[in-house]
Each structure stands twice: as structure tokens, then as C-alpha cells.
């Protein structure tokens, strides 16, 4: 184990027992095989799972594997061809087995920051899916609340509007403007201190950088 790894998990041992007393569960992975060889068995042949939009989920082979084992099934948005097939996709994934997604940020007390356009995917992490899987590389990792919203604002949100075209200052800058422009990315914020229910929300900390 390298010494960046070692300190890693001496991290991840304490950002997982935190999430316990925020009645979430944590697990910590030293790669992204090791990540696959942990989450594919937790889901059962047959299951309906749907995602977020996730850079984290494609980059650990996660997508691939659910995608190409033909175990599931799949709830896919980017095959909706209208306003009515994207809105049944969502109320679909609302009532999914598993839920797929990352994190903004998560901080060392277990707490989860999430900045979100049109909502649907902190929707899901907040309420409907039987069980929210979170794959979340060390690199998301921050002291505090304060830290993870700077986060999500100056390092994740700026690289998604390119990614998704958007066109906003940051896309253009690279640095947050706290605009209210029509294609804004950071419409909905959320904080998740804690589950009400027991085993619902599952961290899986890999040692990599995974996503924005």
C-alpha cells in the first residue's frame, strides 16, 4: 500500500464511522475493481436500477458492468425521445430498487453537499429508491459544509456545464459567478446530515479521483 493509500483509509475509517451514527453505511475500496468486486453482489439479479448523471459511475467501470451483464433492469434516461418519456423515466427511477450517483462532496463528519439543476437526482439520494448507492472517490473528500459548497461550486459544477454545454459563467470562466442564468447547473442545494432510514444510503469510498 502506497503512503497516499495508507493515509486514504486512515481517512475513510473515520469518515465511515461517522456515516454509522448518521444512520448511513460506508466502505471503503483501495481501487475500482475492488469497488466492483463490492457493490455488483449487493444488487440482485433482476432489480431495477436507474442513475444521476455521474462522471464517477462511468470512470470505475461501474456503468459498463451493469450495462453489459444483462442481469438488470435498467432504467435508462438517455433513451426518453420526448418531454413525456424523460418525466415517465424520472417517476420510474423514483420508484427504482437501486439508485446510482456520486457526491459533490462528502465531509470527514459523514455529511453529504449536493448542488443540483433540475433536482431529479438529489431527489432520488433524499427520498423514493429502496436503496442510494454513492461512489465517491477520495478527491471529494472536505473538511466541512463551507468546504464541500466551495467545492461543488468551484471545482465540480465548472466542468459539468462544459460537459453538458450549458452556457453559464462558469462554463466560460471556469469560476463560479453565483448566476441565475436559464441554464443554470445550481439550482437546488442539499445537505444530507443523516438517514431516517437504516441501510437505505450506502458510501462507497474508492481510493482514486472519481468524477469532477
Known amino acids: 500500500m502506497s503512503f497516499v493509500k495508507e493515509a486514504f483509509a486512515k481517512k475513510a475509517d473515520i469518515i465511515?464511522?461517522?456515516?454509522?451514527?448518521?444512520?448511513?453505511?460506508?466502505y471503503y475500496c483501495e481501487s475500482s475493481k475492488e469497488l466492483l468486486e463490492t457493490i455488483l453482489p449487493m444488487?440482485?439479479?433482476?432489480?431495477?436500477?436507474?442513475?444521476?448523471?455521474?462522471?464517477?459511475?462511468?470512470?470505475c467501470g461501474l456503468m459498463?458492468?451493469?450495462q453489459t451483464c444483462g442481469k438488470y433492469n435498467l432504467i435508462d434516461r438517455s433513451k426518453a425521445k420526448s418531454a413525456e418519456e424523460d418525466r415517465?423515466?424520472?417517476?420510474?427511477?423514483?420508484?427504482?430498487?437501486?439508485?446510482?450517483?456520486?457526491?459533490?462532496?462528502?465531509?470527514?463528519?459523514?455529511?453529504?453537499?449536493?448542488?443540483?439543476?433540475?433536482?431529479?437526482r438529489v431527489a432520488c439520494l433524499i427520498h423514493g429508491p429502496k436503496h442510494v448507492f454513492l461512489v465517491v472517490g477520495m478527491n471529494k473528500v472536505v473538511t466541512d459544509i463551507g468546504a464541500g459548497l466551495s467545492r461543488?461550486?468551484?471545482?465540480?459544477?465548472?466542468?459539468?456545464?462544459?460537459?453538458?454545454?450549458?452556457?453559464?459563467?462558469?462554463?466560460?470562466?471556469?469560476?463560479?459567478?453565483?448566476?441565475?442564468?436559464p441554464d443554470c447547473i445550481c439550482s437546488q442545494v442539499v445537505i444530507t446530515r443523516r438517514s431516517r432510514?437504516?441501510?437505505?444510503?450506502?458510501?462507497?469510498?474508492?481510493?482514486?479521483?472519481l468524477g469532477f
Open 88 to 120: 415517465e423515466v424520472y417517476l420510474q427511477s423514483a420508484g427504482s430498487d437501486y439508485y446510482l450517483m456520486s457526491t459533490n462532496a462528502i465531509t470527514l463528519e459523514g455529511e453529504l453537499v449536493n448542488i443540483d439543476g433540475n433536482g431529479n
Open 197 to 209: 432510514h437504516e441501510g437505505r444510503i450506502k458510501v462507497f469510498l474508492v481510493a482514486e479521483d
Open 16 to 26: 465511515i464511522a461517522n456515516l454509522k451514527k448518521r444512520n448511513m453505511e460506508g
Open 152 to 181: 461543488t461550486q468551484n471545482v465540480a459544477s465548472p466542468p459539468n456545464t462544459i460537459r453538458l454545454n450549458k452556457k453559464t459563467p462558469c462554463a466560460e470562466t471556469g469560476i463560479c459567478a453565483g448566476c441565475l442564468s
Open 43 to 59: 444488487m440482485e439479479d433482476g432489480a431495477s436500477i436507474a442513475w444521476g448523471g455521474s462522471e464517477s459511475l462511468k470512470e
Open 64 to 66: 459498463d458492468a451493469i
